[in-house]
């Protein structure tokens, strides 16, 4: 015998819906003095509520009810109100729920059933139905000659290397060979795979050859050997066990962006290690150079300080009693995990050896209610009676730039980040600080006055400043987000990752800076990839279908002489993880739309197509099937 409690839309417009939640209880006992825990990422409208009250923090709710007993075989119902976009997928639902009594979680299970929608989409995509590439090849060299004939690799085969820059590239096609196709080259035998040095080519270039005479790669950098590697793998036909195939061909292929990353969101769930490092080697799969690695927010802190021990023993975990509140999932446990500096210089390294950089971000000054959590005698200023309201519903996520301890505080880290992260750039975050932050706290007012400032955007330019300059003296170039040049403090060093919109990526490339696109609305994968309810995923900056996906083109109304096209390095796709939970839903979020992203990343306009695309993307997935990447079915 359980709980059972019931969600459902009663009506809804573009900006307000109102919602009935009913709770049965179908055990034999009555409750007394009872509550309701419940997870959502909606804000409720306190005074909305009905047949009760209700506490919000961040995703985490309580319900009290007016009338404090639940006969057993009773339900209690209430109503609430939001003032956001309606809800269109199963996952909008409530994520967890977990009754009290008398404060405490009782042991009955609670089930939740689906929401029921008012007007959910319906339609699944129907992709075209095409036959499957042989030259199954993501994302598509810019130049490809194929001839009759196939080579093939056998027991004998060896790996010859005549290129010192050619070392780890060669271990890690070794390795994936053992790993994909159950193939191991001999120490000694015939030199089949050459890597070759090639000093014509430029960084990321690189020649593949397949003739009778064996497989040749050539490069002039290591992370071009890498693309030389990845191009091969997918190449690679299994005829038995022992015995693989490759087509004659000659492959000339450099990159179209210079900077090609994934940003993995580790906070809001925690990814472990391996977890990480399985992602990083897909990346290496695709072309991609770089892993942003979200490490800090609101719900966790995850890298190991040894200046401040606190952040990841107290801000690693969340659940109730403890400083952070549950959020998104695990109601009725202590949730967590955070990466030890042994742990982080293994993922570099090992990213390293696949031709990709690290990029480590510290969310400031937003973001930051772990921090204040772990740190609250350097981080709370407790004469700060300011109200705001963050996107994700907390008050008192925000560091002050008034504060000594957040100078020490960011200093300190910085200086261990700075250490532990060969990368040139270091993520500082400074996105989704809100309206209100800071008018109330009379230290910021003072330090505000002293400098003139006239905004609250400028008091968070002045420690962003100050976090560039730290980074400068460490060796290190600051990039953010958007709202890192809002206030006008900081250098045109810094380079902006645009992710609201194309508009701020433009207008920051105008004044000056270099640019990173992520936009939202074609590069999130935590957007549900389809419009049927089912799907699982958000919503709020688009929908985004497999050929959305394929179909960004950055700056397309830009013509391509434009000087302005220089100043953008590259994109990025993200992966946010609030409802990211388990590895299955990782790949399914992930695949295939990240192998459309690298072609967006890789491949130059001339040479992309969607229809081309799809075909090759069919002859690709018995190679995703082989890894047991378990990936959306595009053609289900
Ligand atoms: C972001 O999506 N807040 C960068």
Redesign the pocket.
């Known amino acids: 015998m359980s709980f059972r409690v019931e969600l459902a839309v009663l009506s809804e417009h573009k900006h307000y819906c109102r919602f009935g939640l009913t709770v049965h209880n179908l055990t034999d006992q009555g409750l007394s003095n009872w509550q309701l825990q419940f997870i959502t990422d909606r804000y409720i409208q306190p005074d909305s509520f009905t047949n009760g009250s209700i506490k919000q923090i961040g995703s985490f709710c309580t319900v009290t009810p007016s009338d404090d007993l639940l006969s057993a075989n009773k339900h209690y119902y209430c109503e609430f109100s939001i003032g956001s976009m309606p809800l269109r997928f199963y996952s909008d639902g409530i994520k967890d729920a977990l009754i009290l009594v008398e404060g405490k979680a009782i042991t009955s299970p609670v089930t939740l059933t689906p929401i029921i929608l008012a007007s959910p989409y319906k339609e699944r995509t129907k992709l075209p139905v095409v036959d499957a590439h042989e030259l199954a090849l993501i994302p598509m060299p810019n130049k490809v000659e194929q001839s009759d004939g196939y080579f093939t690799l056998s027991a004998s085969s060896q790996i010859t290397l005549q290129a010192t820059l050619a070392e780890k590239a060669a271990t890690w096609l070794q390795e994936e060979l053992v790993r994909i196709f159950g193939f191991s080259s001999k120490a000694i035998g015939q030199s089949d795979i050459l890597f070759r040095n090639n000093p014509t080519l430029d960084e990321g270039a690189y020649q593949l050859t397949v003739s009778s005479s064996g497989i040749r790669l050539e490069a002039a950098s290591s992370v071009g050997f890498v693309h030389a590697g990845a191009t091969l793998l997918q190449l690679i036909r299994s005829e038995t066990e022992s015995v693989l195939v490759v087509p004659y061909i000659k492959i000339s292929d450099s990159p179209r962006f210079k900077y090609r990353g994934m940003?993995l969101d580790c906070a809001r769930h925690f990814h472990p290690i391996e977890r990480v490092k399985r992602l990083i080697n897909q990346l290496a799969h695709y072309k991609f150079n770089t892993f942003h690695w979200h490490l800090t927010d609101d719900e966790g802190w995850r890298l190991e300080i040894k200046a401040f021990p606190q952040l990841t023993s107290v801000g690693a975990y969340r659940g109730s009693g403890t400083p952070l509140e549950p959020q998104y999932s695990h109601l009725n446990s202590i949730y967590g995990g955070f990466y030890t500096q042994d742990q982080v210089k293994e993922v570099i390294a090992f990213a390293e050896d696949r031709g990709i950089t690290v990029i480590p971000e510290i969310d400031i000054p937003g973001?930051c209610r772990a921090a204040i959590k772990s740190l609250p005698e350097l981080l709370h200023d407790p004469e700060d009676k300011s109200q705001y309201h963050s996107?994700q519903h907390y008050n008192d996520n925000i560091l002050s730039p008034a504060l000594p301890g957040t100078y020490e505080f960011l200093d300190k880290v910085l200086e261990e980040v700075a250490e532990l992260f060969p990368s040139k750039w270091v993520h500082i975050?400074a996105?989704?600080v809100p309206e209100g932050v800071w008018i109330e706290s009379p230290s910021c007012q003072k330090l505000m006055a002293k400098h003139g400032y006239q905004s609250a955007k400028e008091l968070q330019g002045h420690l962003l400043r100050h976090a560039e300059q730290k980074l400068r003296t460490l060796g290190k170039r600051m990039v953010g987000?958007?709202e890192a040049q809002h206030g006008n403090k900081v250098s045109k060093d810094t380079v902006i990752?645009s992710?609201?919109s194309e508009e701020a990526a433009l207008n920051c490339a105008k004044q000056g800076f270099d640019v990173i696109l992520?936009p939202?609305q074609s590069t999130?994968l935590d957007m549900t990839q389809d419009y049927a309810p089912e799907e699982p995923g958000v919503d709020w900056?688009a929908v985004i279908p497999l050929e959305n996906a394929y179909r960004y083109e950055p700056l397309a109304e830009i013509p391509d002489g434009d000087p302005i096209r220089k100043r953008i390095l590259g994109i990025q796709c993200?992966l946010?993880s609030e409802i990211i939970i388990t590895q299955q839903r990782m790949d399914y979020m992930i695949f295939p739309r990240l192998t459309a992203m690298a072609e967006a990343c890789w491949t130059d306009k001339a040479h992309r197509s969607w229809e081309g695309y799809l075909s090759r993307l069919k002859g690709h997935l018995p190679l995703l099937d082989k890894q047991d990447i378990q990936y959306r079915q595009p053609w289900k």
């Open positions: 940003m973001h996107i975050g996105d989704e987000w958007e990752y992710w609201l992520q939202g999130y900056a993200a946010w």
